[in-house]
Nanobody, 121 residues
Framework: QVQVAESGGDLVQPGGSLRLSCATSISIFHMYVMGWYRQAPGKQREMVARLFSGGNIEYADSVKGRVTISKNDAVKTVTDTVTVSLEMNDLKPEDTAVYYC?????????WGQGTQVTVTS
């Protein structure tokens, strides 16, 4: 069973910044797709950003230029596991949502429990 755990959600003012982190039990030497999704009240879950182990990155149009997804690249030991971050800048009230980390690995999909991001003045 793959573990996926988000952290970093908070209450921020419009224009502020926030960094979310997702820790997994996936080895950095394996192939995977890591993604950040969000779900606002009354809305469907939507993709925010995705990162492929080979390096390709995708962003939703609504966050392009304001959001950066990244992964831990420094190889320290063979036991290192994947950590993915989502740096969000110039946050807007419409960014308010529960943010979920998603992992596609070994032909299966795994979700974290979610972390709340609230943007309000």
């Amino acid at each position: 069973q793959v573990q996926v755990a988000e952290s970093g959600g908070d209450l921020v003012q419009p224009g502020g910044s926030l960094r979310l982190s997702c820790a997994t039990s996936i080895s950095i030497f394996h192939m995977y797709v890591m993604g950040w999704y969000r779900q606002a009240p009354g809305k469907q879950r939507e993709m925010v950003a995705r990162l492929f182990s080979g390096g390709n990155i995708e962003y939703a149009d609504s966050v392009k230029g304001r959001v950066t997804i990244s992964k831990n690249d420094a190889v320290k030991t063979v036991t290192d596991t994947v950590t993915v971050s989502l740096e969000m800048n110039d946050l807007k009230p419409e960014d308010t949502a529960v943010y979920y980390c998603n992992a596609l690995y070994g032909g299966r999909e795994y979700w974290g429990q979610g972390t709340q991001v609230t943007v309000t003045s």
